[in-house]
């Protein structure tokens, strides 16, 4: 195993991480009384209490996309692993199927962010887990091209 193989899986592995804990934490936008996620919003005095179905269309748009690309994210951990520990796929390269499945992650959560970002406005108070998905963006990316590389060194 090398340092390149390393990396992607490393990449990969901490790209479907920060994308998890966004899906499923609630610090999406939050103020000094509340935070809110895409699943449940808290109210200091009130307490918390799950959204459903009686949500914004961006909410489901949000979570549809966060969950295709923790699916393609997935497929890509699982092809990069694959491709350490020798496991077959058939005739298919796992380095260029995690490669496009991370890029069909990166450009899901891309999607996600952006519709979440452009309907809440920029005088919304973003938060942690808000951060953690957009950074999931960018490393879906590098985790593709470093899967790119690592198919074409074989």
Known sequence: MNVLQISAVACAF?????????????????????????????????GCGSFGMD?????????????????????????????????????????KTAAIASLVAALCVMIAMATFTGQTGSNASYGWSFGLGWASFPLFLVTGVLAFLLDGSA
């Open 14 to 46: 901490i790209s479907l991480l920060f994308l998890l804990i966004a899906l499923g934490s609630d610090y999406w936008l939050q103020s000094s009384v509340h935070n809110t996620g895409l699943w449940v919003g808290c109210y200091s005095k009130e």
């Open 55 to 95: 949500v914004p269309d961006y909410y489901h748009a949000t979570r549809a996309f966060m969950f295709f690309g923790m699916i393609a994210g997935a497929v890509s951990c699982l092809g990069l692993c694959g491709k350490c520990f020798d496991f077959q796929f058939g005739s298919l390269s796992k380095a």
